[in-house]
């Protein structure tokens, strides 16, 4: 589906949760060092529960190593300082969806150089940045959305209900 990149993410609650979001529709994550915590760390496979091994992760000493290896992918960068709504971008099948820490976000020179695919999720008032996790999953079902959720179960079924 899509490439979620997260460039040094401290929080492992919140990589736990994206393994999880990863598991349920199909993307691949790339994680970029350093961590700010060890993969073997409680809290991060308590969020992820037992998705881990449903997940296909790669691990990464740079962001510049990931464009390396994918020279023609197209990269969307998510940051407060985007100008551009995330709903603007045509999210494709393979796009990279990249995120930064949680306490920084991207560095500014990685983003001052990739000005036209930077990407904002709007908010209102000064808050200064959504959950990670939380933006993860608002841009990754974005782009679902984008495909009419295509192969995706789009609807329940209800057992043993009085509804």
């Known amino acids: 589906m899509f490439n979620i990149v997260l460039v040094e993410p401290e929080i492992p609650q919140n990589t736990g949760n994206i393994v999880r979001t990863c598991s349920a529709t199909g993307c691949k994550l790339h994680l970029v060092r350093p961590l700010g915590f060890e ?7 308590r969020a992820g529960l037992d998705y881990w091994d449903e997940v296909d992760i790669t691990y990464y000493n740079s962001f510049s190593e990931v464009e390396e290896k994918f ?12 100008l551009k709504r995330h709903s603007d971008a045509k999210l494709k099948r393979g796009d990279f969806l990249v995120f930064g820490k949680e306490t920084k976000g991207l ?3 990685l983003l001052k ?7 904002r999720i709007p908010m ?3 808050t200064r940045s959504l959950n990670l996790s939380n933006s993860v999953a608002i841009a990754v079902y974005e782009g679902l ?7 995706f179960k789009t609807e329940g079924q209800l057992h043993n209900s009085k509804w």
Do not use: M, S
Not at 145 to 150: A, W
């Open 39 to 45: 993969v073997t760390d409680k809290h991060l496979k």
């Open 107 to 109: 560095p500014e020179e």
């Open 145 to 151: 959305r984008q495909l009419d959720f295509d192969g």
């Open 113 to 119: 150089e990739r000005k036209n695919n930077c990407l």
């Open 71 to 82: 020279p023609n992918a197209n990269f969307y960068f998510f940051t407060t300082k985007g």
């Open 124 to 126: 209102i008032g000064e």
